[in-house]
């Protein structure tokens, strides 16, 4: 390949003549572009044998795992073709497949071997998810990598399932760390390295049924680079690769210079760390944008906490760098050269480049995930058009675990329930109800799918009325989501925007934080997601007088704890977050806040006092004369006032009466 | 900072509230918009870890290299990191 350094200075690939093309890349466009796109559907098949072949839920049906291709020494170990699959494993491999052959060795690599790592602070994830790594090798040379990461639902450590919320504080506490490991050899298992890995879990019958899928997906990839190798020839495929990743690289640095140069800066916060509850912490962010090129500097960050939410520095990139991408150029193939025009900064021994041996289990969520949000607030000055408001930012994490005995033999179990929240608003439409955030991008495990597999049982999951970010393009709504347990087990709860809620942009309001409850009676009576506050007991969250989820509130309880027993019969109701409104709602199209009404989304309450819509007794019509001469008093009374959200939360006591 | 045979492996928390990252002047001119804000500092780019001599006005970037063992840029250092591999690891 002529050149393996970036390609700044190389000529745009629409001004190249076919000659110079083929010159540079040993074949012609059409050729180029079916290499690049062969790759990408050989890492689709890698995906979707690894979903159909894992064994549990989490891999199989929520998809909690990505695949990839990397390129071999001579580009630098680069991403060449991903696909669908959870964002924050495939950028963040983007990092940690490069570290870890690097540190393997390439000299002792042979046909048949696969490398599996967990290590955190080797450029992974946290130790839940593991990595596989296979070279394919072309002609006696490991010309290409195929690699997987799956999150096992346990990997030992003190609590089931790893997430430690409020209690740990170091990575020796979390379960087993694995730098890169020979897992197969000769395409044989390694048993000491599967003996290892499994007798350190609480689910080994799980885990050995997903190491062994992980391992087939690489042998796809492998088998259709064989393939493509076999059909163009290794000089025409390896000048596909550098065209896809100068493509990546050009049009990333085109999607730069549209933006408007500059310096951006956004401040947001976590709520605490679960040990030290007593400060929210901060993350902040400053975007620098100068031509083609940008730098996200993240100094002024909150130093490393106590608990374990700090993040290692692959995760904090890789969740900067989803959000960049996905408001500066959003629609371009995702490879390592889109990576190339720009440079992360992140202050060692912050909360996005912790430092070992601190635990960081929960830090794969919640600090990346902030990391994004300050991107995401700091671009929305630069391109208000693409931005859009807060989203959930990461997810209510309810982890259980203890013994199943439904069918009558006693099976270990460990279940994480992801509960989503919604997205926040857009300039151009409302916020996505109920989806995983941008960076996680998972399925969700379906209530059916978790009453068979786990001793847990769905009351109900419903949209909460009048939780949405008010706006001219409003939030998702908040979500109630209700199970009870039938079997007495551990509880560990993660869960972060309690404290600070969602926020709107450009006059949009915030939206509801999440909260955790226990419910006191099955029975309790529950309408639009809301029960009367004196048959819950409040757990998690910031919560006003009455005992409803509310950021004005003025009690707050961590929303990270772990190591609680809970007992068989006991009910947990789950408030996952709104996403922020966009722009003032009173100038809302009137007709969608009536579709609001009639849809249970907002109340007729909160359409007057909120959005300024007056609606005919029978809720079939907007009254326009007088939501006209409504939103006129109403704008006048705001004028320098921002629209902060649901304020006064009275009218709940009518809806839940 | 501990013992020398635990750098890279175990540090301490910070005892700064917000860190930032130092930029340190090298006395050069950029090449491409002739400023004399030129800085040295870590960063974590398309290639991973990296040190970069950048124009602080225009974001050029003069020299791009590997972090010495020194600079303990990733954090981390494995303690077997000079140990010559083998067919196991």
Redesign the interface.
């Known amino acids: 390949v002529a050149s393996l350094e970036s390609t700044v200075a190389r000529q745009p690939l629409h001004d190249m003549s076919d000659a110079e093309f083929e010159a540079t890349y040993f074949c012609d466009r059409v050729t180029a572009e079916i290499i690049r796109n062969a790759m990408v559907m050989a890492v689709r098949h890698m995906t979707n044998a690894l979903q159909r072949s894992s064994f549990s839920p989490i891999v199989r049906d929520q998809r909690d795992m990505a695949c990839g291709i990397f390129g071999g020494e001579d580009l630098a170990y680069d991403a060449i073709a991903v696909a669908e699959g959870c964002m924050l494993h495939i950028c963040t491999a983007m990092y940690n497949v490069r570290e870890l052959i690097r540190e393997y060795d390439l000299e002792n690599l042979r046909p048949g071997d696969v490398i599996c790592a967990n290590d955190p602070f080797r450029g992974g994830n946290h130790i839940l998810d593991v990595t596989l790594i296979r070279p394919v090798f072309v002609e006696g040379r490991p010309e290409f990598f195929t690699s997987n990461r799956a999150h096992h639902t346990d990997m030992g450590g003190s609590n089931p399932g790893g997430w430690n919320g409020g209690s740990v504080t170091t990575i020796y506490q979390e379960g087993l760390r694995l730098g890169p490991t020979l897992l197969y050899t000769d395409d044989e298992p390694v048993r000491s390295t599967f003996n290892l890995f499994l007798d350190n879990t609480r689910l080994p019958h799980n885990s050995v049924g997903d190491l062994r899928a992980q391992y087939g997906a690489c042998i796809v990839g492998e088998r259709l680079l064989h393939g493509l190798v076999a059909k163009y020839g290794l000089r025409i495929v390896k000048g596909a690769v550098q065209y896809a990743l100068d493509h990546g690289e050009q049009s990333m640095r085109a999607a730069i210079a549209a933006m408007p140069d500059g310096d951006y800066e956004f401040t947001d916060y976590i709520d605490d760390d679960g040990i030290e509850t007593e400060n929210e912490l901060r993350i902040q962010c400053g975007v620098r944008l100068r031509g083609e090129r940008a730098e996200i500097d993240f100094s002024g960050t909150e130093r490393q906490c106590e608990g374990n939410i700090s993040s290692v520095w692959s995760v904090s990139a890789s969740g900067a760098m989803i959000a960049f991408k996905m408001i500066v150029d959003p629609f371009a193939p995702l490879n390592s050269g889109a990576l190339r025009p720009v440079d992360l900064v992140l202050p060692a021994g912050s909360m996005l480049n912790c430092l070992p041996p601190t635990s960081h289990a929960a830090g794969n969520v919640t600090s990346p995930e902030r990391a994004a949000s300050v991107v995401y607030g700091a671009l929305a000055s630069a391109a208000p058009e693409r931005a859009f408001a807060e989203n959930v930012s990461g997810s209510s994490n309810v982890v259980w675990g203890g013994e199943d005995t439904r069918s009558g033999n006693v099976k270990p179990f460990v279940h994480m329930l992801n509960a989503f929240g919604s997205w926040g608003a857009t300039a151009t439409s409302d916020g996505l109800p109920y989806c995983l955030s941008v960076l996680g991008n998972c399925s969700e495990i379906s209530v059916e799918i978790m009453e068979v597999e786990y001793p847990i049982l769905c009351l109900d999951k419903e949209f909460m009325i009048d939780t949405a970010g008010a706006g001219t393009f409003r939030g998702g709504p908040a979500i109630s989501y209700t199970n009870q347990l039938l079997a007495s087990c551990e509880l560990s709860f993660f869960c972060d925007r309690m404290r600070t809620a969602p926020w709107g942009l450009f006059g949009g309001g915030e939206a509801l934080p999440q909260a955790l409850y226990e419910v006191l009676d099955v029975d309790a009576p529950l309408k639009q997601g809301w029960s009367p506050s004196d048959m819950l007991r409040p757990i998690s969250g910031r919560f006003d007088r009455r005992g409803h989820a509310n950021a004005n509130g003025k009690v707050f309880k961590t929303g990270k704890f772990s190591h609680r027993r809970v007992q068989a019969g006991t009910i947990l109701r789950i408030v996952s977050a709104g996403g922020g409104g966009y722009g003032d709602p009173l100038e809302r199209d009137p007709a969608r806040v009536l579709a609001d009404v009639r849809n249970q989304l907002v109340s007729r309450q909160a359409a007057h006092t909120g959005y300024g819509v007056v609606l005919s007794d029978d809720v079939r019509r907007v009254d326009e004369d007088a939501t006209h001469a409504l939103r006129g008093r109403l704008a006048r009374r705001r004028r320098e006032i921002t629209w902060k959200g649901w304020r006064d939360r009275a009218w709940l006591d009518e809806v839940t009466r | 900072m501990s013992d020398d045979i635990l750098r890279?492996?175990?540090?301490t928390?910070?005892?700064?509230?917000?860190?930032?990252?130092d930029r340190v002047p090298v006395g050069a001119t950029c090449p491409e918009c002739r400023r004399s804000d030129v800085r040295e500092?870590?960063?974590?780019?398309?290639?991973?870890?990296?040190i970069?001599t950048?124009c602080q006005?225009?974001?050029?970037t003069l020299v791009d290299r590997e972090p010495t063992d020194g600079e303990?840029?990733?954090?981390?250092r494995?303690m077997t990191?000079s140990w010559k591999?083998?067919?196991?690891?």
């Not at chain 2, 928390?13 to 990252?21: F, M």
């Not at chain 2, 006005?57 to 050029?60: D, G, K, S, V, Y």
């Not at chain 2, 591999?85 to 690891?89: C, D, H, V, Y």
């Open positions: 890279g492996i175990y540090y928390r910070p005892t700064a509230r917000y860190l930032t990252v500092y870590p960063v974590f780019a398309a290639r991973g870890p990296r970069v950048k006005a225009c974001l050029a303990l840029h990733p954090p981390f494995p990191r591999g083998t067919r196991a690891g």
